[in-house]
């Protein structure tokens, strides 16, 4: 799968019903919002949503799944961007 030219892998079943299906799959609002509260939110918007809080200026895992969201967190616990399914 590619998106914007980056390459993406696509893990083997994951097909979840967090894929659309009337779940929220992004949080703007989140960013620069402390990220233990900003985890709690989106797990409560979309319960199949694993979120998986990394540092700031980490590299993201190649790795697509909607089920998953990345959070990056700076020195001071905020989020730094968009919290986005996938």
């Known amino acids: 799968m590619s998106t ?3 390459r993406h892998l696509l893990i083997p079943g ?3 019903p ?5 779940h929220k799959n992004s949080w703007p609002e989140l960013v620069g919002q402390d990220a ?4 709690a939110i989106i797990e409560k918007d979309n319960p ?4 998986v809080p990394l540092p700031a200026r980490s590299v993201r895992p190649d790795v697509s799944c909607c089920d998953r ?3 990056l967190v700076d020195e ?4 730094t961007e968009v919290p ?3």
């Open 48 to 51: 199949w949503i694993k979120v």
């Open 84 to 86: 986005i399914a996938g």
């Open 76 to 79: 001071n616990g905020n989020v």
């Open 69 to 71: 969201v990345y959070l």
């Open 36 to 39: 233990d509260k900003a985890k």
């Open 18 to 22: 967090c894929c659309g299906r009337g």
């Open 4 to 6: 914007n030219g980056i």
């Open 14 to 16: 994951c097909c979840y």
